[in-house]
């Protein structure tokens, strides 16, 4: 099985102050994985099945950071902090149910699912997450695909919980056998090459240690960036679960990648 991540600055123009879908983006994508699902030879990683996981981009980072889901707040507060992450898990459904749609119009049977619906958290860390429903899903052949949404915690009452979090869960506990997560870059790099032109490119990443002084490759935002990627995707090599950041804006490197192809990023993995 394998996870698929697509960063809400793919999907989404991040920067918009008014959440803004980039289509061109979301119909290539989905005529790639379409692809990818029905290759005459499909690639042995898919035969248990896909699962999607996509970011918020411009539709829920804004109302968070507003709000600031996840904050410590007073009591007082608590109605403003509920209508904030009603409003956060309004936007960020907008946004899945325009992505499933774009999904099945490519003949893709996807299952939204929810995070907010059945996942809660512990000091922002995901403590009960019901597998079964995905479990079963993926037997039946479809498409489940979840998002980084906000959840009900039992510390600080409300959380947003990224979808690098939902995905390294599932991957954890199904044993997915790779991960792909497509962002706005191909993979790590020493600095920004967004703004550093001597930015130079790390082919895989084994340790924490290998990243811990370099820039963030995107902005820094509500989930915590590429460093907050990493950490996710090492945790995962440690149970043999390899992953590979790969730029989603390059034309078919999704599509390769989901088919075991080489593409131009970084493998994230223990040695």
Known sequence: MIILKIGGSILTEKDSAEPKV????????????????????????????????????????P??????IGQPFEMKDYLEKRI??????????????????????HGIPVIAIPPSSFITSHNKRIYDFDLNLIKTYLSEGFVPVLFGDVVIDDELKIA??????????????LKSDRIVLGTDVAGVYTKNP?????????????????????????????????VGKVKELLDLADYGISSEIINANEEGAIAKALQGMKVNGTKICRK
Do not use: W
Request: hydrophobic share 35%; proline share 1%; charged share 25%.
């Open 194 to 226: 967004k703004t550093h032109d001597d930015a130079v490119h790390i082919d895989e990443v084994n340790s924490i240690e290998d990243i811990k002084f370099l820039e963030s490759t995107t902005n820094v935002d509500v989930t915590g960036g590429m």
């Open 160 to 173: 947003v919980i990224s979808g690098d979090q939902v995905l390294q869960y599932i991957a954890k506990f």
């Open 63 to 68: 109302p968070a950071k507003k709000y600031q």
């Open 22 to 61: 980039d289509y061109d983006n979301l119909n290539r994508i989905a005529e790639e994985i379409r692809q990818s699902l029905y290759a005459e030879e499909i690639s042995n990683d898919l035969i248990d099945g896909l699962v999607i996981v996509h970011g918020a981009g411009s539709f829920g980072h």
């Open 84 to 105: 904030g992450f009603a409003e956060v898990q309004n936007e960020v459904k907008k946004l899945n149910s325009i992505i499933c749609e774009s999904l099945i119009e």
